[in-house]
DNA sequence: CCGCAAAGTAGAACACGCTCTAATCCGTGT
DNA sequence: ACACGGATTAGAGCGTGTTCTACTTTGCGG
């Protein structure tokens, strides 16, 4: 309904015939020995349903849909995704990456553990804003999927990254693990209130602040 | 799946013919001038529903057996809940209502604010899980609705007022209160880990201690 | 090259949320 | 008493996620 591109499809019409021969489709999501062109095929269809996620939200991301587009067959797609919401979780697997690399790329510059913390997930916001239809079913579908998604922890991991900045992440503690965790919740938390209207991106990063600054005092 | 009785539906095995003539069945959740008989066919529809949620969770309570066991047509159903979604929030509003009334029956004897928050947390955990099925389908539909529900806001509130022991919720500044509705949200994160098999009571109690401990640390 | 298991295909079929229709019931104002 | 309008009903029907079936293609060890 929003704008029309994606964040995640950038570059890719998905490809239908002959496809170009990837070598390391950034497996990302699932792991598990597949041939190349069940890599290809898996590619495929994930960027396909992101496509059609990303204009109209899941209700737009059809099975039947999502197989034509990535030129395969119903049952095939429900072989690699045995659920619509597997579907899913891999779109947000994805785009998960993309903020990982941003953030390599342009690491946050803020002066407190805190403040870079912050920095982070207000940028992720801002990315995931960008498509509000996407985000909202991709929010709303963690939230609701029965599967394991590495999602909170993935994103703890992230956040201990930047706050302790040259923080080796297995060397932190339980105990950090949870408050990074439960930043990232509370993060969650806002996002879906501002997808229902009730927060500005001013008020998500001022009550950001002040969780993130009694959350990470002491890193 | 687990235990057969519901924490709702009490003493409901809803009355089907001639039910009782009841005079102010606790509107609850639902405003607006009705008639003393479209309450009672609401009643028993929440009832209905509540009931089979509560064993084999949102699937078992499909909209035509919710209808049937109701006594009453679906196009009725329809009428009073548009879609399936307005029917759960409505056994939701029902479960908050129970839970708050309880806390106010025996009140937190904890020490510390953060102690006394951990306490009323931990309670509303035992009481959710009670009914596995139905806390799981409460509380998702909880979080995907697009209505707006006072629940965050409510939890954040009772949260306060027994963290800050005399503590006019009115005098709250606009920062405590976000602290905690933050507490909340960590709270039903782990809610939702707990209902995925992530999570024992020991360490949901644990967690929050500690994410309670620093948001309400100056209380 | 052969045979065969795994993977893919087209499409029918099923389940369940939701909508629509036509008929009937019920209560209320005149 | 009666007519009228809204509520209710039984049931057909639709859309989409998911499953199933019967068939074909693919890739690989011998």
Do not use: C
């Not at 041939?35 to 990303?54: C, E, P």
């Not at 919401?85 to 994805?94: F, K």
């Amino acid at each position: 309904m929003r704008s029309p591109h994606a964040v995640i499809e950038a570059a890719t019409p998905v490809p239908e015939g002959a496809a170009s021969v990837e070598n390391h489709p950034s497996a990302a999501t699932t792991p598990g020995a597949r041939t190349r062109s069940q890599l290809q095929r898996r590619k495929r269809i994930v960027q396909a349903a992101a496509a059609l996620a990303s204009r109209g939200g899941v209700e737009a991301m059809q099975m039947r849909t999502v197989a034509e587009r990535a030129g395969v067959a119903l049952g095939t797609l429900y072989r690699y995704f045995p659920s619509k919401m597997d579907l899913v979780v891999a779109v947000v697997g994805e785009e998960i990456d993309l903020l990982e690399s941003s953030i390599q790329r342009r690491p946050p510059s803020a002066p407190t553990a805190s403040g870079r913390a912050v920095d982070v997930l207000m940028r992720a916001t801002r990315g995931l804003m960008r498509e509000p239809e996407l985000a909202d079913a991709l929010l709303r579908s963690l939230i609701m999927t029965e599967v394991e998604t590495p999602f909170g922890d993935r994103m703890a991991r992230l956040l201990l990254r930047v706050a302790g900045e040259g923080l080796t992440v297995e060397l932190a503690t339980e105990d950090q693990l949870t408050l990074a965790n439960s930043l990232a919740s509370v993060w969650v938390h806002e996002l879906l209130e501002m997808l229902r209207g009730l927060r500005t991106y001013e008020q998500i990063q001022h009550r950001l602040e002040i969780v993130s600054a009694r959350l990470l005092m002491d890193f």
